[in-house]
């Protein structure tokens, strides 16, 4: 049969005939790492070397009485192109006497499913075997399968890796070795091959301005014989807009190529193709029936202008990226310098290994971490690096002694005398406050660390800073935060800048940050910077305003990339640059900016907008835009003002911004910029939950913010079936007098009376446009599914001049009825969505376990009813593990339930735990209650039953509450409250997450989010 081979000397892959020269590795290279399994129980090693006949291979040797099998996996995982039929060929060097029965190989998949190959070895032949593992992807492996969760299926998902070796021998042998060299991979039969072109930027499918007519798709024919092809795409933007569907048919010879060209962008951005080829089979046409061949593929690329490289070292502000170039081969670690330099990023945080440096106690080897900073270095990027890891010869010490080796001080030194003049910034460990690292049940320990860490290093380089371990949990976990305080306190004077680390979405991101802060005020230690070095949002977590969770990743990212500069952060490092793999379940292969295989999300190009906007700019000052409002503004290094702002919930503000002599330009995520109205010094700027910029150039006065165009008072609320105002308050705040048209358009289920209507307003003058709406009896709008009213309006000066032209957006909520019918009955809120979800558990591979993968690890439905003078309230949790050992004031941190109340007339918020503990007993406490109320007196009053089903894994919690026990009145019912529920989550170590009906609970009380429920 004709073979083709893989040649993987090219960024992209390319495919040629075979001749047998399809090398993907080669083991004998000192520069290929591997990685052992138990070394030093199994008294197994492996060096670099010559075998007998001179040929350089990687030498692995063993101790026959400590195991009878060895494994190592590939520190680069080597990927495989997508194949039908193919062969790894391996060469293993076989000395005399070799006790070692076969060889196998070991594959990886998307899912993360391992696939094992064996082949035998011949003992009696010594010297050089080649040993060749036939592959067939859709064949049960030889030598068993694992992992893969539920997407296992003994076969291969591509895209697909080599990750690593595994091989047994007979105890008790004496000591053994064998000899690895070249790895080589033959393609015998392929399906066709679909890629996207992008210019200079196909290694990270970036498309530049000057080549936005190059972007296209290349379809090759890669089976023996002639195909004929039917190949439809189609064309969308970041939005989910369809920009072009296309369909073409067309025959290919064996390797023969066909081009599609695409169609140009419209604007900065990132584009997706969604693609599916059909394949006829012998002389059968193409066509979509059953049985056809199909492969669907989803590509994408970004359209942008890349920030950098730029010249120089960072300068102000730091634009960084986490990265781990250093695990994967040459040719990757190119394109990821590539795409950090591109996006505008100045700084990389990676890992400085101890045991990669020095490889024996008298062997130092830097030639890692020589070509790292070299190939960056290339790209005027400079290292954030972290001094980590642990020898096999003190590994003991560092794992259980009192005090450091003193080779680590050695480490730290030589480090240091090598890279001063490249390296800047060195962190002492990474996260050393978590749960499962070496030192969390050891800080003095680790301020040792610190101290011996500082004190080589400034002995050195006295300019060098020394960053704290980055500290990940300010909050949640007991042991975290108390490891956090040690270190800070007790550490004090041993470092220059405090580490930060928080992942997940601005609100939850925040109650940690405010904890630092705290400890900081508390300790003393507010001169001291800190450094938002490492965190980010998965793409499979939360949504942004568009529905999209790719959008969410963007929004996050700008949002706070700009706070935290705003509060004090030296820089922002999102975490992390590519996707550590392509399971979409596991947050650690969602983070990225990239995907796995260098698809550009969103957020990539985000962060492409930002470092170009903000390089080198100064902030000046919060906006103070008042209640669910955030800006800032800042000061470019061109000297243009730039005020970045958003909204906390999903409606609209039109804000005034006045002042304005020079020429103002809105600016989306992704940079396109749309130039603005000026009337009188007055520009009308939109603000809603997605970002936005507003620059304004040739000024030099900054601009001013002067209210509001448009407001309502409060929360529009509606009972289905029921009838309600929607008053808009309009004003006028600029200096001429302006014209407003407004036309209002309900959602489906709302019919509404006067929807349109015009006003004309002399500077400083207020009007009113109200509008009846009527529910219809399906009508619901929660914060599960929360529906918005659109208002056009359009703002005109007195000569007719366009102020503002566009669709305003404002939530309506269902005013949920609380019912007296019981509970049998559709739940009245129902908590299951990610965007629900706050995690409070460190991002970490070890914490894997702890991440929200769905309903089934934590959801809850939620009754509200009465019964005479009684408050009802029903919630049944679904919680694979109920586990609740705290009490009291500490309740929050297992397992429970947190109910929040506002109550109108009272000063102040009720916010009550209901708790089920271990022992089955049941507690109700009470952290906040309005002035006049005694916390204890009302939490005694509230009966509370609660049970478990262990087999349904749900746990059900029903609390009476006495109107009088919370000051509740029939009136104040008819009239209406605020109410939210929270569920938090620990499986028995932390707490690892909580759910909620509207945010508000567990981080700023903010009751002006909370849901209104009603008895009518």
Known sequence: MKSLIVSWGALCLALTPAVRAGIVSDLGDPQTAIVLHRPEKNLQSATHTR?????????????????????????????????????????????????????????????????????PLSRQRTGWQEIIFPIDPNAEPNAGSWGGGKNANKKIDFPVSLIGFASEFQMNTGDGWLGFGNIAFDITDAPPELALETGKGSPIHVLLPEEKNLARLNVTNRRPDSREFLFEYKLSDAYGRILKEDVNRFKLAPLESKIIPLPPPPAFGVYIIDAKLYQSAGNEKPGTGEGSFSLTKKLGYAYMNPAGPTSGRAKGFLFGLCLHSQRFSPDVQKREALAASWSGAKVYREDIVWRHIQTSPDTWDWSRYDSLIDLYAAQNMELQGIFIGTLAWNSKQMHEGDTPPAEWGEFVRRFTERYRDRVRYMEVWNEPNHGNTLFVKRPDFYVKLMEMTWREAKRVAPEMVILTGGFSEMIGSEKSVNFTRHALSKGKGFYDVIAFHGHGALPGYMPHLNAMFSMQREFGITDIPWYANETGQPTNWGKASNGSTEMAQGETLFKKLLTSWALGSIGYNWYELRDGGFDPNNVEHNYGLLTHDFYPKPAYVVYNMLSEYFREAGF????????????????????????????????????????????????????????????????????????????????????????????????????????QTFRLQLHNPSKAPLSFSLRLTPPNGITGERLQKKFKLRPGQHDEFSSVLNASDGFYSLPERLQRIKLDIEIRGSNGSLLWNDVMNREIHTLTAIS?????????????????????????????????????????????????QNLLIKTVVTDDVHAQPYRGVEAWKGDNVQIALQLPGQSGLWEIGLTRHNDRQNEVFAWLTP??????????????????????????????????????????????FRFNLLVNDNDGNVRESHICIAPGIADEKSPRRYPTVSFR
């Open 620 to 723: 000046l000052r919060p906006l103070g835009l008042g209640d669910n409002l955030n800006g800032y503004l800042f000061r470019s290094r061109g000297g243009d003002f730039l005020l970045p702002a958003w909204s906390n919930d999903s409606s609209d503000r039109l804000v005034h911004v006045n002042g304005v002599k020079g020429q103002p330009f809105l600016v989306d995520l992704f940079g396109n910029e749309t130039p603005l109205p000026v009337i009188n010094g007055s520009v009308a700027l939109a603000i809603g939950p997605a970002p936005v910029l507003l620059r304004i150039t040739q000024q030099t006065e900054p601009p001013l913010l002067s209210g509001e165009f448009a407001t309502c008072d409060e929360n529009l609320n509606i009972a289905s079936g029921g009838q």
């Open 931 to 976: 002035a006049d109320f005694d916390a204890a007196k009302a939490a005694s009053q509230i009966a509370l039953e609660t049970s478990r089903d262990e087999s349904a894994k749900t746990t059900t919690y029903e609390a009476t509450i006495p109107f009088s026990a919370i000051g509740l009145t029939e009136k104040t019912g008819q009239r209406g």
């Open 820 to 868: 007296d019918k019981g509970f049998n009955r559709p739940a009245d809120f129902n908590l299951s969505d990610a965007s629900q979800i706050t995690r409070l558990v460190a991002s970490a591979v070890s914490n894997e376990p702890y991440y929200w993968k769905g309903p089934q690890d934590l959801s809850a439905r939620i009754w509200l009813g009465r019964k005479g």
């Open 51 to 119: 075998m007998p006949d001179g040929k350089p291979a990687l030498r692995f040797n063993w101790d026959s009485t400590r195991a009878h099998y060895f494994e190592f996996g590939l520190q680069a995982s080597i990927p495989l192109p997508e194949f039908d039929g193919g062969q790894i060929r391996v060469n293993i060097y076989v000395p005399k006497d070799c006790a070692v029965r076969n060889l196998n190989i070991r594959l990886r998949d998307r899912h993360g499913e391992h696939l094992q190959y064996r082949q």
